[in-house]
Every structure is written in structure tokens, then in C-alpha cells.
């Protein structure tokens, strides 16, 4: 496997179900991050860890909860989600340099989630 | 205020001709870097091509450019001899060192190759 991947591409679920998003980066990076792309809205920042510390969480709702077990994954668990949850949720990872400007995420392919 | 702005929602160019997608910026940080993203129906976004705000030359990648103008904040990207494969979504984006982690996206603009 190369660069980021996350399981399941695809997810239906129920507003009562638990379900989680994961993320795996082979790059070698030490940042990783949650965004969510609602159809016509930029790209929303949800969570970005730096070497596994939560860096910042840009008023995310508590249904949603990131785990970052190492540099390497990153999960989004997700329970009692809305129907305006449904969107593209993508994850990114980087490689933090203190003061670096180039610094470019690299995403992975993203889950769909309808939530009904 | 938008920290990125696409103004085009949608375009559409001849297939072999080439094609600017506009993108202007804003910002006091005066170390800031831009990038441009790909994203294809299947949902993945993908790396084109960077600039950073001291770069004195313009950022070439293959086929893709950056038209960059420092004092418009202004940062087009040029595809040239565009291909059917081009079709997608594309976004541009900014990171100011001063705000660290944080990523600004603009809305996008979907490009349409016509055979």
C-alpha cells in the first residue's frame, strides 16, 4: 500500500448506529488530519494531530471523536450522527517542519457517509 | 472574509487547448504557500503543483503552471494541452505559516474536457 488510505470508501448508517472512519498514511509523515466536504462548501478542517497530539479541533459537534493511536493512524468514530452529516469526510497527513512553508498534505481517496 | 477565492464554478475547455483556472488570495502573513489540488469523481484529492510566496519564479509541474502576481494575490493555474483525464474538480488552497496547521480551500471549479 502507498500514500493514504481509508476504509470504508462507502457507509450507510443509522442516526442511533457507532460506526468509525480509518486512516492509514505510508508516507512517513508526522501530521494527520480529518476534513469534511460538503457538496458546494470548501473543505472544513476537523481535527489535525501532530505526532499524535491533537493540535486543534475547529468546533467540531462531541458526536464525532478522533483517535490518533500513533504517526501512522487516524480514526473518526462517529455516533448518533445527523442527516447533515452526510458528506465526503477526507483524511491527510504531512510532514510538519518547524517554520516550513511547503508544507503539502497529501489525502487519501475519503468515505462517503449517508446518514439516514 | 474568504481566504480563497474561485470564481469560476464551472469551465469548460477544447481537449489539446489550454486552460486557466483563476484563484486570488488574501492575506497579511507575508510567508504563505499555495497550492493546487486535483479531485476526480472517485473523491481523491491530488496534488498539483505549489508556490511559495518568496518564490521568484513560477511553479511548473509537467503541464502545470502557477501565474503567480504577488501584489494582485493572484495564483492561476495554467493546464496546458489539456487532456480528457484533466475533467475534475480543482482546488486551490493556502497555508500562512502564521496560523500553522491550518489549510484554507477554496470552493472549486469543475473543469470539462471536450473532445
Known sequence: ETGVTQTPRHLVMGMTNKKSLKCEQHLGHNAMYWYKQSAKKPLELMFVYNFKEQTENNSVPSRFSP?????????????TLQPEDSALYLCASSHRLAGGIQETQYFGPGTRLLVL | AQKITQTQPGMFVQEKEAVTLDCTYD?????????????????????????????????????????????RKSANLVISASQLGDSAMYFCAMREVGTGNQFYFGTGTSLTVIP
Not at chain 2, 47 to 64: K, M, P, V
Open chain 1, 67 to 79: 483517535e490518533c493511536p500513533n504517526s501512522s493512524h487516524l480514526f473518526l468514530h462517529l455516533h
Open chain 2, 27 to 71: 492575506t497579511s502573513d507575508p510567508s504563505y504557500g499555495l497550492f493546487w489540488y486535483k479531485q476526480p469523481s472517485s473523491g481523491e484529492m491530488i496534488f498539483l503543483i505549489y508556490q511559495g510566496s518568496y518564490d521568484q519564479q513560477n511553479a511548473t509541474e509537467g503541464r502545470y503552471s502557477l501565474n503567480f502576481q504577488k501584489a
